[in-house]
């Protein structure tokens, strides 16, 4: 059974770049896309972006300038990078195995980890 | 505002069958592109209900079932249980964003 834990600081400051890390058990990164997915608070689900496990990636246009995708397969583990937060950018956020290509499904999901952007 | 348009909230009473829709564009359901759904129940992660426009995976109840039509999939609900209230999303490509949408998300509630 895959499973999917993210991990990273759940308190960012204005200005500064959020880091996540998804660690992948139970199967191989290898052959797949993995997406990052957010919900902020009392809002939907609104897709960040994926990347191939070769590497190759693609994001949601409105962050596209702020994020970075990238993957370890030596560690199974892919990461999110958004720069410059804001307030805006609080929200639970979500890894996810993609399948299917680009028009695919997410069908294992992470917990989720919670983050607030404060000062 | 979402790319994939589906009611706020849909209401049912137990036993009953409810649908939820999710209406695109030509830009992605419309224009050929699939629709996959996923309910999130309280403080848990989504989860997968329906790929494809029509797949359930394995494990998911034969009472949810979706399906697609010109420019919008729906999601049926049919005997209706107390613990399918939960927040159900659709979610498609879009060619105009090259990238993944979700629609806003659609409340369910069993009275």
């Known amino acids: 059974q895959v499973q999917l834990q993210e991990s990273g600081p759940g308190l960012v400051k204005p200005s500064e770049t959020l880091s996540l890390t998804c660690t992948v058990s139970g199967g191989s990164i290898r052959s797949y896309y993995w997406s990052w997915i957010r919900q902020p608070p009392g809002k939907g689900l609104e897709w960040i972006g994926y990347?191939?496990?070769?590497?190759?990636?693609n994001y949601n246009p409105s962050l596209k300038s702020r994020v970075t995708i990238s993957v370890d397969m030596s560690k199974n583990q892919f990461s999110l990078k958004l720069s410059s937060v804001t307030a805006a950018d609080t929200a639970r956020y979500y890894c996810?195995?993609?399948?299917?290509?680009?028009?695919?499904?997410?069908?294992?999901w992470g917990q989720g980890t919670l983050v607030t952007v404060t000062s | 505002q979402s790319v994939l348009t589906q009611p706020p909230s849909v209401s049912g009473a137990p036993g009953q069958r409810v649908t939820i829709s999710c209406t695109g564009s030509?830009?992605?359901?419309?224009?050929?592109?699939?629709a996959h759904w996923y309910q999130r129940l309280p403080g848990t992660a989504p989860k997968l209900l329906i790929y494809g426009n029509t797949n359930r995976p394995s494990g998911v109840p034969d009472r949810f079932s979706g399906s697609k039509s010109g420019t919008s999939a729906s999601l049926a609900i049919t005997g209706l249980q107390a613990e399918d209230e939960a927040d159900y999303y659709c979610?498609?490509?879009?060619?105009?964003?090259?990238?993944?949408?979700f629609g806003g998300g659609t409340k369910l509630t069993v009275l």
């Open positions: 030509s830009s992605n359901i419309g224009g050929g592109y699939d």
């Open positions: 979610q498609s490509y879009d060619t105009r964003l090259s990238g993944s949408v």
């Open positions: 996810a195995r993609h399948e299917g290509g680009r028009n695919g499904w997410c069908d294992y």
């Open positions: 990347i191939y496990y070769s590497g190759s990636t």
